[in-house]
């Protein structure tokens, strides 16, 4: 193809200046990421794993366009509050004690099953993953270096002085004379904004993760894990930061704070300041039957999903339909859609599966390559992007290795693996469901016998057999029948 247009530059809303800004890598050729984990003392529901299909798809992107991707996610085994708001209980030591488990092990199997669903929903593993048990003895010297500066002991352990430092809470945009409201009271603090960096155990008590300091023995302060990790591992400044939109408001201010005491800096008029040149932030999913929660017991999680006979899969096509920075509704109707969408992709790529790629001289399929480019470039616009992939997945009377070459591009960032997935592989047999597949493709090949001789009221009667036991049948399949089981 000769000719080729520029790729599109690529621009990203920064959260810090709430502005799309170009995306300017620190080091040049390079794209240096890090994204606040979860905390693994239970099980993530999916509004949790939104955030993650979030930031492979940012990471993704910045493979596409050429950069050299370093992404660090870390895992939180210690020093998260039962409240977001430096309060409560740790939440890794109140999840031992409930379930009779050592908080070590605790960690071992969420951490697990986390990433077991990074995996369904094909979500790409960081080039590390940081764990913040580790990373604890550099946590110590972070906090020594900005401690008297910057920081005041109280009994409960050292606490951040949030007037040391310029622009505090610029991030979220919501202090006021009395601080932010969501933070809790604490005897002592100067601040009602101040937040821990350092937690003593408290007399008489002993925890199953505590260190010794020059502030006591104890625990870090959940804010003090990513600064520690992010400079640790991708330098600062480093290029983006990403998290869901709730850390916005507490955490992440927080953790500014400390980059900008670490790093000697003063105003946030100059983002580098904040320890990341770009902070994005991904919304909620919103869930107006109220399962969310991990507080309701059987929350709205990927297994759920799977139990119920949905891939995950599914649920990142949900997520890709609508901009990451806005609000997604889940309902099953809408993940049911989602589902179907992803069935008739992955039946027009099938076409296309064995074929040899090729350089894409086509110019029709060119200018759905550039279209994507410019949408992905405009801030992730996933949703025009996939249009497009189904535009392209669509075309006829093309040569089969350009198409799959297109695919496998377009692919390559959207990560829905249309080109490797088989439609079986999207027929999930719902926990519910009491009839065996291979009963059920028994009765379609009876079905199908009797529709090729005519006999109408056989294969109504072996249809609606069928419905009976909860499966439904997809006639209008252009590659064969296909069916779905609905989970009782």
Not at 162 to 171: F, H, K, M
Not at 246 to 272: F, T, W
Not at 393 to 413: H, N
Request: glycine share 8%; hydrophobic share 40%.
């Amino acid at each position: 193809m000769t000719d080729a247009p520029a790729p599109a530059p690529l621009r990203l809303f920064n959260s810090l200046t709430r502005s799309l800004e170009p995306f300017q890598p620190v080091h040049p050729g390079e794209a240096r990421v890090y994204s606040c984990g979860p905390t693994v003392y239970n099980y993530q529901h999916i509004g949790n794993m939104r955030a993650y299909v979030f930031a492979d798809t940012l990471g993704r992107t910045l493979s596409f366009k050429g950069y050299a991707l370093r992404h660090i996610i870390n895992i939180t085994d210690v020093g998260h509050l039962t409240s977001d708001a430096d309060a409560g209980d740790d939440k890794m030591e109140k999840a031992a004690a409930q379930q009779g488990k050592t908080a070590w092990d605790i960690a071992a199997f969420y951490t697990a099953e986390f990433k077991r669903d990074l995996d369904w929903l094909n979500v790409r593993n960081p080039a590390k993953w940081t764990v913040a048990t580790d990373y604890v003895p550099r946590m110590i010297e972070f906090a020594k270096r900005i401690a008297d500066t910057h920081c005041y002991e109280l009994d409960s352990g050292l606490y951040f002085d949030v007037s040391t430092v310029a622009d505090y809470g610029r991030l979220a945009r919501a202090v006021t004379d009395e601080g932010e409201g969501r933070i809790e009271e604490v005897d002592g603090k100067r601040h009602s904004a101040d937040f821990a960096i350092w937690r003593k155990t408290p007399a008489g008590e002993t925890r199953q993760m505590e260190w010794d300091s020059p502030w006591g023995r104890g625990a870090p302060g959940w804010h003090l894990e990513c600064s520690v990790m992010g400079e640790a591992e991708l330098g600062m400044p480093f290029d983006i930061h990403t998290g869901g939109i709730d850390h916005r408001e507490i955490h992440h201010p927080n953790e500014i704070a400390q980059n900008q005491a670490y790093r000697g800096r003063g105003s946030l008029d100059c983002a580098e300041h904040s320890g990341a040149r770009l902070w994005m932030h991904n919304n909620f999913l919103i869930d107006r039957g109220g399962k969310m929660s991990k507080s309701t017991g059987e929350f709205l999680r990927l297994q759920l999903l799977v139990d119920r006979g949905y891939s995950p899969l599914a649920y990142r096509l949900m997520c890709l339909q609508a901009h990451y920075r806005g609000e997604l509704e889940f309902s099953w109707e809408g993940l049911g859609a989602a589902l179907t969408r992803l069935k008739r992709l992955v039946m027009a790529a099938a076409t296309v599966r064995e074929a040899d790629g090729a350089a894409i001289t086509d110019r029709r399929l060119a200018d759905l390559l550039e279209k994507f480019d410019a949408a992905m470039s405009d801030d992730l616009g996933t949703a025009v992007a996939l249009t497009l992939l189904e535009e392209a997945a669509a075309m006829k009377k093309i040569d089969a290795g350009q198409k799959r070459a297109t695919l496998a591009a377009m692919d390559a960032v959207l990560g829905l693996g249309v080109l490797t997935l088989e439609r079986t592989d999207l027929r999930i047999r719902p926990k519910s469901a009491t009839i065996a597949e291979a009963e059920i493709e028994a009765i379609l090949a009876r079905r199908k016998e009797a529709r090729a001789a005519k006999d109408f009221a056989a294969s109504d009667a072996l249809r609606d057999e069928l419905i009976a036991a909860g499966v439904e049948v997809m006639d209008g399949d252009p590659l064969g029948w296909d069916w779905r089981l609905e989970a009782n």
